[in-house]
């Protein structure tokens, strides 16, 4: 019992039917919720994805364990927190299934990053892309480059059209 209140990581019991029946202090702080606010709701409720929860509950239903499911959550405040998931059932003497056992690791922070920089990757592209457009097209001529205008673009700058699209790539 102390070392599941006390534990840093966020975890939680579920019940068969998706009830939460217990929390820790650490799940509790991550989302914003009192214990009465959250202990005694479906876990459904907190979940952003109502498909993935479902995904979820269905294979720890079948004794399938769960290792670093990525889900999101919604905070108290509304917010979505990226998680990843681990679980297990713990089953009675006969194998009927007790509750869930879930440890939950807040991915958040790593998940706004990759996003940050996969859109800084496509503005360099993008940079890389209308730099190569400067060097090919007159200035004050729209143009949409298409294959023709790929090859010609290439020929101007002394290499094929391949070459020029892969120019435009990291």
Not at 37 to 43: A, R
């Amino acid at each position: 019992s102390e070392f599941f209140e006390h534990a840093t990581i966020p975890l939680h019991f579920v019940g068969p039917d998706g009830t939460i029946l217990r929390a820790n202090k650490a799940e509790l702080d991550m989302l914003g919720y009192s214990a009465d606010e959250y202990i005694g709701h479906n876990v459904a409720e907190f979940h952003a994805d109502t498909p993935v929860i479902n995904d979820i509950l269905c294979r720890l239903s079948s004794g399938e364990a769960l290792h670093n499911y990525e889900a999101r959550l919604r905070t108290k405040t509304g917010e979505i927190r990226h998680v990843l998931i681990s679980s297990n059932v713990r089953q009675g003497d006969s194998g009927e299934f007790l509750h869930t056992r879930c440890f939950t690791r807040d991915i958040t922070d790593r998940k706004l990053a990759e996003e940050a920089r996969s859109q800084a990757l496509a503005m360099t592209r993008l940079a890389r892309f209308l730099y190569l457009v400067g060097q090919c097209v007159p200035v004050g001529t729209a143009a949409r480059l298409g294959d023709r205008e790929l090859t010609q673009c290439g020929l101007m700058r002394g290499i094929d059209r391949h070459e020029c699209v892969v120019r435009l790539l990291p």
